[in-house]
């Protein structure tokens, strides 16, 4: 079975159409420290998702949506990327996928780092579709921002 | 019947390939492609007699005008205006009903008049009465769609009253396919002394459309759909309609004469035309339109009449795959939106692309629709005057290697 153009299979790998049919980390966490959501518009793809930050590391997550294959494995994907990790190696991941997807030339970025995550390096032929590759990562960053300015207006306050 | 293949040699676009594979053109709704002799005639404009119309006494610019206007009378022609003067030439069907909504529609609107629009409208025949509701204190009512993808025309009778002064409706709807029956809706809307204004971006390129029979006041559509080159859209409206309103835009070539203070407007159509007009385009435009004047708008009917009869059979026999709108071809247009079991149509549009199959994925401007249909997007299939029956078989053989792509997934878990 020949299920299309090598660039295609590029696109659709294995692992990627996995994560689209058995997304990991589904769902709505109950009590989240920070939740946060975005979508786009043109296409119809949605992202919710949710965080629980336990001595500055991602002691949870978890993801809401609907959309396209590319979207929902993205997110599902960069759910089990930054789960367990400090924030801190979660905005290094997050910038490293960033540049990976919309960089042309991004030869600095340690692959073997972003693991299953490597195997969105197809969508990049496909310009149209990046923008559902990143639409989780940016849901990502506006919930690291919000959580951040939590914690400045709390620690302010404490002042 | 069409020689369609005789038709395909005049279209140089439809001899490339795409990924390898020969181009299966299936976003016609979107735009058509063009034949050679409008790409031609654009040339041939600019080499031999570009210069601005309506002004200069030299050779050029009387033969830039004496070509421009005589597309006017072609269009007039086309459609069975009672005169040249009748048909306005703007940018797209957009702008044709923005030019009504700010040059009409504000003037005779007053708090708690009403718009009626349906539920099948491209955005560009909504958000133009939503503004012009919200400038003007009127009321926006909406006809709703039927569950088989048609409108319930018993709550639109009972929707107008003596308060409706205008009804807004597409010919064609340009998501679902379905053709409304707008000279029996435009006849209940004069009852009541209601306007009555077309949106034919989809019709006028596909159906004989005739003014007259429709009985409708205004009608919007866009040279671009229609093998003519983008830019250049139509306004028709009755002349005395026409002539009571005030400018769109301030400019020249719309007056007559102008003093510090005041001016007088020029004639209809003059008056709607500010400014340089794309006059390449609506040159090129002449081509299109004696092209499909040529073939015949009756047997272009007929012969997508012919690829929606095969499309829809064909389509039927995919598992999971939904057709929104009409099930039979008579009360369609041959556009098709689809969905395919619980797929996004991105993925399925991504894979087609591989086989050189072009659709639309997306909302098709109509996000409120969607949002009736309860899907986030559909994926659409539009055919032309140059789409052949193999071509229905090529879309369908793409959409089984998209079940291929995502059932080979879903065997695997």
């Known amino acids: 079975m020949n299920p299309g153009l090598p660039s295609l299979d590029e696109l659709y790998r ?42 500055g590391q991602v002691a949870d997550v978890a993801f809401e949506g609907r959309g396209c294959s590319i979207s929902q494995a993205s997110a599902s994907m960069m759910t089990e990327a930054i789960k367990g990790r400090p924030l801190a190696e979660v905005r290094e991941v997050l910038g490293a996928f960033k540049r990976l997807m919309t960089e042309r030339d991004a030869t600095d970025v340690d692959l073997a780092a972003l693991g299953d995550l490597e195997a969105l390096q197809g969508v990049r032929r496909y310009p149209v579709r990046v923008k559902c590759a990143v639409l989780p990562w940016n849901v990502l960053q506006e919930s690291l921002d919000l959580y951040r300015a939590g914690q400045a207006r709390a620690r302010a306050r404490e002042e | 019947m069409l020689d369609v293949q005789r038709i395909r040699a005049d279209f140089p676009i439809l001899q490339r390939t795409v990924n390898g594979k020969p181009l299966v053109y299936l976003d016609n709704a979107a735009t058509s492609q063009k034949p050679r002799a409008v790409i031609e005639a654009l040339k041939d404009y600019y080499e031999r007699y570009n210069a601005n ?19 006017r009378g072609q269009v007039a022609r086309f459609i069975h205006a009672r005169a040249p003067e009748e048909v306005v030439f703007v940018r797209n069907t957009t702008e044709a009903i923005n030019l009504v909504s700010y040059a009409w529609a504000r003037r005779v609107l007053r708090p708690g008049d009403e718009l009626v629009v349906t539920e099948m409208e491209h955005h560009s025949n909504l958000i133009p009465w939503q503004l012009a509701a919200r400038d003007t204190g009127a009321v926006l009512r909406l ?70 029979a429709l009985g409708c006041d205004f009608l919007a559509f866009s040279g671009h759909k229609m093998l003519g080159p983008t830019g250049v859209g139509v306004l028709w409206a009755r002349r005395e309609i026409l002539e009571g309103m005030d400018p769109f835009l301030g400019g020249g070539n719309m007056i007559l004469q102008v003093w510090w203070d005041h001016a007088e407007w020029n004639e209809v159509p003059f008056r709607f035309e500010a400014g340089t007009p794309d006059i390449a385009d609506v040159v090129a435009f002449g081509p299109a339109l004696e092209y499909l004047a040529a073939l015949g708008m009756d047997n272009i009917r007929a012969h997508e009449l012919e690829l929606t009869h095969y499309a829809l059979e064909r389509l039927r026999e995919i598992d999971g795959l939904v057709i929104y709108g009409p099930q039979d071809a008579a009360s369609r247009g041959g556009v098709f939106s689809f969905g395919l079991g619980d797929l996004h149509p991105h993925d399925i549009g991504t894979v087609l692309d591989a086989e050189g199959v072009a659709i639309r994925a997306g909302h098709h401007c109509c996000q409120p629709l969607m949002r009736r249909l309860g899907v986030p997007a559909t994926a659409r299939a539009s055919f032309y005057l140059y789409n052949t029956l193999e071509e229905v078989d090529a879309l369908v053989a793409a959409l089984g290697k998209v079940q291929q792509i995502f059932g080979r997934a879903r065997a695997a878990v």
């Open chain 1, 14 to 55: 294995e692992v990627i159409l996995d994560h689209y049919q058995s997304p990991r980390n589904r769902g709505r966490l109950a009590d989240p420290d920070v939740a946060s959501a975005g979508s786009n518009p043109l296409c119809g793809d949605e992202i919710e998702l949710s965080l629980r930050i336990r001595d």
């Open chain 2, 143 to 212: 006809v709703p769609l039927r569950d088989d993808g048609t409108l319930d025309l018993d709550r639109y009778a009972a929707l107008l009253s003596p308060r409706t002064r205008l009804v807004a409706v597409s010919h064609m709807s340009n998501a679902l396919g379905t053709i409304n029956p707008v000279a029996d809706m435009a006849r209940l809307a004069h009852a009541h002394g209601a306007l009555v204004l077309v949106d034919g971006a989809q019709s006028v390129p596909h159906l004989p459309v005739d003014v007259q």
């Open chain 2, 53 to 71: 119309v309506h002004r200069g006494v030299h050779t050029l610019s009387q033969e830039a005008t004496d070509a421009y206007e005589a597309v």
